[in-house]
């Protein structure tokens, strides 16, 4: 992988990867220039803050940066400026890029852009969209997985985890299967690098508790105790058999 490369304007920085594309075009950014132009391709169910688009024969995804909570009547996508290394896009970006660089199971990161305003800034990440693939949940809303895929679930998340990476949103929609059953991690951001330790089984009891919580959208969602133990059978395999 090469060095990323970053294109500036009076407002704004982009850094992108050009060994997924170059040149790189900096309207990608902007959802009202996608729709024009045709490229826009929905949004995701449920996440209107992640648009799905598709431009130059790559399918990506489009994710600008949200508050939310209370802070979010007082301003929907503004941070406090503290250096470029330190906004959540760049952020994001590089783990994203160091994890894919060592075979972790992540999309592949195609740019971030960080818009100046004033004292401010907004962000948002493009990355490549893991073909015919669907969040957990929805896999879990349309019926049960057998105990091997829940195993390679576990796997998955310990992969990540024996690299160091603490996921600070671990849950059943930030987790894909695609139709061939290979498992995905998605949206990193907040998330960092960690020495090991008890943080690794409170990511675990986060994942748990997102599965077993209800159901907002008033659909079964399939799962049982025993999927997770199932889970946690891979999670815990002996490093030599992965």
């Known amino acids: ?7 500036r304007d009076k407002r704004s920085v982009t850094r992108y990867d050009p060994d997924v594309v170059d040149p790189f075009e900096p309207r990608l950014f902007d959802v009202t220039w996608l729709k024009n132009e045709g490229h826009h391709q929905g949004s995701a169910a449920g996440r209107g803050d992640a648009h799905f688009l598709h431009f130059d024969g790559r399918d990506m995804v489009l994710r600008p940066y949200l508050r939310g909570g209370l802070v979010r009547k007082v301003s929907r996508d503004l941070y406090v400026r503290t250096g ?3 906004t959540r896009a760049m952020r994001e970006f590089d783990l994203t890029h160091w994890m894919r660089g060592r075979g972790l199971a992540v999309p592949v990161v195609v740019a971030a852009q960080v818009s100046q305003v004033g004292p401010l800034y907004r962000a948002a990440i493009i990355t490549e969209r893991i073909p015919n693939a669907q969040p957990l949940e929805d896999h879990l809303r349309e019926g049960t997985l057998d105990a091997d895929l829940w195993g390679r679930i576990g796997e998955t998340v310990r992969r990540m985890h024996d690299a160091g990476v603490y996921h600070s949103d671990l849950n059943r ?4 299967i695609d139709d ?3 498992v995905w991690l998605i949206d990193f951001d907040k998330c960092e690098r960690r020495e090991p330790g008890p943080w690794m089984h409170e990511n675990l009891s986060r994942l748990y508790r997102s599965l077993a919580k209800d159901d907002q959208q008033g659909s079964r969602v399939h799962w049982s105790e025993g999927d997770w133990r ?3 059978t891979g999670y815990h395999k002996e490093l030599s058999d992965r």
């Open 230 to 232: 199932a889970l946690q």
């Open 84 to 86: 470029l290394g330190n």
């Open 1 to 7: 992988m090469g060095t990323h490369l970053h294109l």
């Open 173 to 176: 929609r930030n987790i894909l």
């Open 180 to 182: 061939d059953e290979d």
